[in-house]
Nanobody, 123 residues
């Protein structure tokens, strides 16, 4: 399985971006897709996750109400709609896979990391 994140860019505070994570290869029914981000000099942190089949999502408290994760199974793509962006959302955003049903926030429980996409929010 390979994942490729895209859709990053430069946006002003209060603006919006939609990230995409394209998944190729054999997709297991028990996959859950997660978005993480890593700001310069900081550890990678969990953003959101979605079950590949069931209607279950999980969000970090810092993005609840502003970000929405969704998927298009026909296109094998997971999206992260980011609204009301803040300068502190600036980071490289990554997508990855876990088979753990609880969709944990620990990055070491995810695999098949794709190359990230840079999101920069100016004040």
């Amino acid at each position: 399985v390979q994942l490729q994140a895209s859709g990053g860019g430069l946006v002003q505070a209060g603006g919006s971006l939609r990230l995409s994570c394209a998944v190729s290869g054999r997709i297991s029914r028990n996959y859950r897709l997660g978005w993480f981000r890593q700001a310069a000099g900081k550890e990678r942190e969990f953003v959101a996750a979605i079950d590949w089949l069931a209607d279950r999502t999980v969000y970090a408290d810092s993005v609840k109400g502003r970000f929405t994760i969704s998927r298009d199974n026909a296109k094998n793509t997971v999206y992260l709609q980011m609204n009301s962006l803040k300068p502190e959302d600036t980071a490289v955003y990554y997508c990855a896979v876990t088979t753990i049903a609880s969709m944990p926030s620990r990055s070491d429980l995810y695999r098949h990391w794709g190359q990230g996409t840079q999101v920069t929010v100016s004040s």
